[in-house]
């Protein structure tokens, strides 16, 4: 589904990514672990289109990387940014409604959908966006994501700041989505909830994959958890 | 109390040309960070393109032809000069508009010349709308308010109730999300850009007649746009508006009060004798300079402007 | 002076609208200390040095420098009182020379003032402290290139030339190894030990082999409140600590 | 030879009163739309004070009297600088020109200072000076004009060596990081815009005295706006730039506007295009070949500069055949019948018209594909530099 091959990314001056290759296969859910600093967020935002980056971004096997971020998106690349970037004088509904991008081509969710699956995004439909907790923002720009109809997502630290039943919910919401056939790559800190949800894993360190396998094999090697991971 | 409706009349008329001109340039600066220095020129050009359209086509096809015009003008500038100048910055984007505005005064010289044309409210508007006790108000004052009126409720109506409303809004404080949601924010942009020259250029269809259409009329509203812009508080839409009104019915007030400084300070009790030059100026010839005393007060009391955020 | 701490926050709380980022921060910073704070992200780690340093004004609490009240005191007026910070994003002169950029950085506390009288060339306290500064951070070849044209890492270096070109006593860094390369980050601790030597240092940092090289202390901020201080030794045992920073069902697997 | 004389008097004018407006844009980063504001006032303030010593009899020192209106810019610009200089960027350039405006409509306010429409005017022949000079020939005139020229460039230039000067450059590359190392941008944009006053006024004060009049036109935009084009122009990154922008500017003002009426719609196009494609200026444009001559890689770039300069000719001969012949078509119509170089047009047929927008056409079309060539020479150019031992 997506193939990343070499890239090496810049944040303003500094050179974050060096060289990073990895893969999301159809239907997986695949997360990106490291530090901060490690250059996970930079890795989304190079494929997104929305970092300067050298290598090859493959997407269902067409080379995307040089692209502008909105024709990226329309190819079926969903981003959910860390920072959720909810309008925030937009109400929920219309936060909604502007994840869509061709309001003729009905997707695989709807907005009806998305308030069955979150009733309280339903109950504050008309409120600002910028009014909601930070467990709601999440899942707002999570089902913005969604309406727009991408084969694969790629969310930045969904569970950054949440406590620990909306972390559940989220992680949940994953699982659901990916239900539908939906692919994921995801960048988490909380290692726990990467383990329990990715079919496969790649850890980051100073720009570089430091470890690429299954959930079974991290647990298994303490020491790139320690080097990389713990403190 | 006729002089003050006629005045509060006329001002209003005045301060929702104002906003004409500088709601789109509002817009422009929130949404790109440009401050359009040719907007203005935007004007001027709508109204020698009416000009020239009702001496070829009649007033109403000029009315309806123009403004579009412009916006057209508008988008070829933003595409392939400001998309350029903006890698080297804001200041070369401004000194790029500034060029602009100065090269459209030449140009509009080279084709029409460096008189005053004689772009007339056309017959059909003539005339007087009511006579407030012995003053008459002309229809075509009320022409112009029905048309800024309708303009910008539409525009309202646009951004508030429209999908392209929403992923402007959306665009405004976001960009780079709109951008990863698949819209397409630089021709946003463009769109943006040509609609905030089409307004102007409106402004300038409706105003031109009504007051004069010569090449020096974009220098004579342009800075009185950017006063308007510093004294709402730059990117406030609100802001741009109150100020407008305000500043428009203050300069027709002024026009009208025959008092000097002196009289003034007798309503406060003062009694001044002195007969320098400052104490014996009327409200009349302070009026051009009012919106310039304004901003420097705003600038003193309350940097932000209006209804600026603060930064 | 007397023996009052570097550094107190007392009840530090910082909201943008209604999102609450730092809530009540309690620390104490003891002259000399070398003390980092780490934590997950959008832990407020950042924010805190933006209020600390008054790039941002707190919403409530107060900060005192060297049992100084400054709270409410602007960036210039606390730097002149003697806490430099650095930057998580390289904040430089980027189109004047690497000197140039620390010669700026030494001259108020030299007492230049605003003046348009001395020739620069003439000031031989700001060349000579300048040169000491540049020496330091081992950018000698580069001291007439242009900061903007410097490779990342230079950059990073200046960026802490500039931060203790004034001579502050507390100095706040940034995450000051953030983007860089294993080897980059080897070196830049031990400039960080360097530079550091006999003032309080205050550090923003994610790479844990930087954190436990240099840190006397360790504070873990955990949203916008710190969940525990303590040695190196004693927060890498800290079973709170690393369920913070791994979430929960890990650590009880 | 008195046109010479006039010609280098106004070089010499507009030389500081550039070097005055590259203080702000060039070395504190800020756009000033209303610098004309200090040089016309220090011009108002130098004929009064000339006409009020003349009128009580007092002794008058001509050479020292644009001093007199430096004082007066410095002056204004402490009072104006105040408020305005507390932001930079965008708001400062639309406060600019508030300022300015406010200042120029004032002018019609106050005939007693201003003189309304026709302004003041004064006699610098004072009587006999020190040595016998006395102002009275152009020559002498010249000479004070270049004297203080000559001073203003050395103290300018001195002023960047200065602590003020080269926090002046920290303002304007990073405000934010100048207050963490004790600074205040405001303090040091505030004492910028009084010195450039200063300046501007000392320029306005030798133009007063090299004209004998002052009119609302040494306040106006017009003025304004020329220094910008000189400024930038001339190239804003470098301290000279500004004057070879002065002389520039000057001289093809004279010579442009001699030949067509149409100068200024020239001078504006230069502008947008030096905005658009060489945004360091002339300066700029030296130092960048200056740096590949020195590495001895010019022959690199040359060929594919001539390839580029053919269809550049044709662009620019076309523009000036359609732009001439517009003029001669319109209202203030000239003769219609035009000869350009050796190139006879006539505005009123057809075939000259379409002539000169096929040379525009092609030549755009063949520039492109030039500036290609270009492009890539200097991309190895660079490639070539970088690899250079420093």
């Known amino acids: 589904m997506l193939e990343v091959n070499g890239l090496h990314a810049f944040y303003g001056k500094s050179h974050v990514l060096h060289g990073v290759t990895l893969e999301v296969g159809r239907g997986e859910i695949v997360s990106l672990l490291g530090r901060n600093g490690a250059g996970r967020s930079t890795a989304l935002k190079a494929i997104m289109g929305l970092a300067r980056a050298e290598g090859s971004v493959k997407f269902k096997g067409e080379e995307i990387a040089g692209m502008k971020p909105h024709q990226i998106a329309w190819r079926g690349l969903g981003y959910v940014p860390e920072d959720r970037a909810v309008f925030p004088d937009l109400t929920v509904r219309q936060n909604l409604l502007l994840g869509v991008k061709d309001p003729k081509a009905p997707g695989r969710f709807r907005l009806e959908e998305m308030f069955a699956l979150f009733p309280r995004l339903e109950e504050r439909a008309l409120v600002p966006g910028g009014v909601l907790s930070g467990g709601e923002q999440q899942m707002l720009t999570l089902c913005r994501t969604m309406m727009g109809n991408p084969d694969l997502v790629l969310v930045d630290e969904p569970t950054e700041g949440l406590a620990p039943l909306t972390v559940a919910q989220v992680a949940q919401f994953l699982l659901e989505i990916q239900k539908r056939g939906v692919s994921i790559l995801l960048v988490e800190q909380k290692l726990a909830i990467a383990l329990d949800i990715s079919q496969r894993l790649y850890v980051l360190g100073h720009g570089r994959v430091v470890f690429g396998g299954t959930p079974a094999a991290l647990r298994e090697n303490a020491a790139v958890r320690k080097e990389w991971l713990e403190v | 109390m006729e002089f003050t409706l006629i005045s509060l009349l006329n001002g209003v008329t005045y301060g929702l040309l104002l906003f004409m001109l500088c709601g789109g340039l509002t817009l422009i600066f ?19 393109l009416a000009f020239q359209l009702s001496a070829w086509l009649g007033f109403w096809p000029a009315f309806f032809l123009a403004p579009p015009l412009v916006g057209v003008a508008g988008a070829l500038v933003e595409r392939y000069g400001l998309r350029r100048a903006h890698r080297h910055g804001h200041v070369a984007e401004l000194l790029f508009t500034f060029g602009l505005s100065f090269l459209a005064v030449e140009m509009v010289q080279l084709v029409w010349g460096k008189a005053v044309v004689d772009y007339r409210v056309p017959p059909s508007l003539e005339g007087t709308l009511f006579t407030l006790y012995s003053t008459s108000f002309p229809v075509y004052k009320g022409f112009m308010m029905l048309v800024s009126v309708g303009m910008l409720a539409l525009l309202a109506a646009l951004l508030a109730y429209t999908r392209t409303g929403l992923i402007i809004k959306a665009a405004l404080s976001r960009p780079d999300m709109m951008q990863a949601l698949g819209h397409d924010v630089p021709r946003i942009f463009t769109l943006v850009f040509a609609g905030g020259a089409a307004l102007a250029g409106l402004a300038g269809v409706i105003g031109g007649n009504a007051f004069v259409t010569e090449p020096g009329m974009a220098a004579a509203v342009g800075p009185i746009v950017f006063v308007v812009v510093v004294v709402g508080g730059l990117g406030s839409l609100l802001g741009a508006f109150v100020a407008s009104l305000l500043i428009g019915i203050l300069q027709t007030f002024m026009v009208g009060w025959d008092y000097s400084i002196i009289d003034v300070a007798r309503l406060f009790g003062m009694q001044l004798h002195s007969t320098s030059a400052l104490t014996r100026l009327s409200l ?8 310039y005393l304004l901003m420097v007060a705003i600038l003193i009391f309350r940097p932000r402007g209006l209804m600026g955020a603060r930064s | 002076m007397s023996a009052a701490p570097a550094l107190r926050l007392s ?44 790039r ?12 100084e009240d400054v709270s409410g005191l602007g960036p210039l007026a606390i730097h002149r009182r003697g806490l430099s910070r650095s930057f998580q994003i390289t904040n430089i002169f980027p189109s004047l020379t690497v ?64 931060t203790i070109a004034g001579g502050a006593s507390v100095l706040l860094l940034d995450e000051p190894t953030s983007g860089m390369s294993r080897s980059e980050s080897d070196e830049a601790v031990a400039l960080i030990r360097k530079v550091t030597a006999g003032k309080t240092l205050v550090m923003v940092e994610h790479d844990m082999s930087v954190v436990f090289g240099l840190a006397d202390r360790i504070s873990v901020l955990v949203y916008g409140q710190i969940l525990a201080t303590g040695t190196p030794a004693e927060i890498r045992a800290s079973a709170v600590v690393q369920e913070a920073y791994l979430g929960k069902s890990f650590t009880h697997a | 030879m008195s046109f010479v004389l006039s010609l280098l008097s106004r070089i010499g004018i507009m030389t500081i009163f550039a070097l005055s407006y590259n203080m702000l844009l060039g070395q504190t980063g800020l756009l000033s739309f209303g610098h004309a504001v200090y040089f016309g006032l220090g011009s108002f303030a130098t004929l009064h004070l000339l006409n009020a010593l003349v009128a009580h009899g007092l002794p008058v020192s001509i050479t020292l009297l644009p001093l ?17 200089t507390r932001r930079a960027g965008t708001t400062f350039a639309m406060i600019s020109l508030g300022i300015g405006e406010m200042v120029a409509s004032s002018s019609l306010m106050f005939p007693a200072f201003f003189g309304g429409e026709g302004g003041i005017t004064g006699n610098r022949v004072t009587g006999r000076g020190l040595f016998g000079i006395d102002y009275g020939t152009p020559l002498q005139m010249y000479c004070l004009i270049a004297a203080w020229a000559a001073l203003c460039l050395l103290l300018t230039y001195g002023l960047t060596q200065t602590p003020l000067g080269r926090l002046a450059n920290a303002v304007r590359d990073n405000p934010e990081r100048v207050e963490f190392i004790g600074y205040s941008p405001h303090s040091i944009r505030y004492r910028m815009v009084a010195l450039a006053g200063f300046f501007a006024g000392i320029a306005g004060g030798l133009s007063a005295l ?67 494609y060489a945004p360091g200026g002339i300066a700029g444009l030296l130092v960048q070949h200056k740096a590949v001559w020195q590495a001895g890689l010019l022959r690199r ?56 927008a096929a040379a525009i056409a092609a030549g755009i079309l063949l520039l492109k594909i030039a500036s290609k060539q270009v492009a890539e020479r200097w991309e190895s150019v660079h490639a070539a530099l970088a690899e250079a031992p420093r």
């Open chain 3, 11 to 54: 009840g530090l709380c910082k909201s943008f609208g209604n999102a609450v980022i730092l809530k009540g921060v309690e620390l104490t910073i003891a002259k000399g200390e070398r003390h980092a704070i780490i934590g997950p992200n959008g832990a407020g780690k950042s924010t805190l040095f933006d209020v600390i340093s008054a």
């Open chain 2, 284 to 291: 009349t010839q302070l009026a051009p300079i009012m919106p």
């Open chain 4, 210 to 276: 090299q004209y004998e009049i002052v009119t609302a036109e040494a306040l106006s935009d017009h003025l304004s706006g020329l220094v910008i084009l000189m400024a930038f122009v001339g190239g804003t990154g470098t301290f000279y730039g500004p004057l070879i922008g002065a002389a520039l500017v000057t001289v093809l003002q004279v010579a442009v506007a001699s030949v067509t009426p149409a100068w200024p719609f020239y001078f504006g196009l230069v502008f947008l295009l030096i905005v658009l």
């Open chain 3, 99 to 162: 000197f140039d950029n620390l010669r700026c950085s030494v001259l108020w506390s030299l007492g230049y003032r605003y003046s348009f009288w001395n020739r620069l060339a003439r000031l031989r306290d700001a060349r000579e402290r300048a040169g000491e500064v540049l020496e330091q951070i081992g950018l000698q070849r580069r001291r007439e290139t242009l900061a903007g044209v410097l490779s990342y890492a230079e950059q990073r270096a200046l960026e802490i030339g500039i």
């Open chain 4, 68 to 84: 007199f209106g430096g004082l007066a810019g410095l002056a204004f610009g402490l009072l104006f600088g105040f408020f305005t």
């Open chain 2, 30 to 48: 929130s949404m790109m960070g440009i401050l359009n220095f040719a907007h203005a020129s935007f004007y001027m050009l709508g109204a020698y």
């Open chain 3, 56 to 67: 941002l004004p707190a919403s409530s609490g107060s900060v005192a420098l060297n049992g």
């Open chain 4, 301 to 356: 770039l040359l060929p594919a500069y001539l390839v580029a300069a053919l269809p550049g000719a044709a662009v620019l001969l076309g523009t000036v055949a359609v732009v001439e012949m517009a003029y001669a078509r319109g209202p203030e119509r000239g003769d219609a019948r035009l000869h350009l170089l050796f190139l006879p047009l006539d505005a009123r047929s057809a075939v000259s018209w379409v002539l000169a």
